[in-house]
C-alpha cells in the first residue's frame, strides 16, 4: 500500500485521494501500516479465541481498517485545504 500510485482500481479510493497526491500518499501510509500492525495482532486472536467471540472481533477488526484510513484522508484534505495547499 505506501507504493501504490494514485489510481481508480486499487486502494483506498475515496473522492479526496484521488483528487490530490498528498492526501493519497498520506492515507495509504497510514491506512499500511495500520492494515499490518492490526493483522498481526489478529494473529493471536485467532488461534486463543473461541469461534463466537472471534467472530465479534474480526467484524470490529474490519470496521477498523476501514474506517481509519478513510477518517484519515479526510482529515488530511481538511487540513490541506485549510492551509490553502488544496485550491
Not at 1 to 28: A, Q, S
Not at 53 to 74: E, H, R
Request: net charge positive; charged share 15%; hydrophobic share 50%.
Amino acid at each position: 500500500m505506501l507504493k501504490v500510485k494514485p489510481n481508480y482500481f486499487l486502494g483506498i479510493r475515496t473522492p479526496w485521494t484521488l483528487e490530490n497526491d498528498e492526501v493519497w500518499r498520506r492515507t495509504h501510509r497510514v491506512g499500511g501500516y495500520l492494515w499490518v500492525f492490526a493483522s498481526i495482532a489478529m494473529l493471536p486472536i485467532i488461534l486463543l479465541t473461541p469461534t463466537a467471540v472471534y467472530f465479534k472481533i474480526f467484524l470490529a477488526y474490519i470496521a477498523i481498517i476501514t474506517v481509519v484510513p478513510i477518517g484519515y484522508s479526510l482529515y488530511v484534505h481538511q487540513q490541506l485545504k485549510n492551509t490553502n495547499i488544496i485550491l
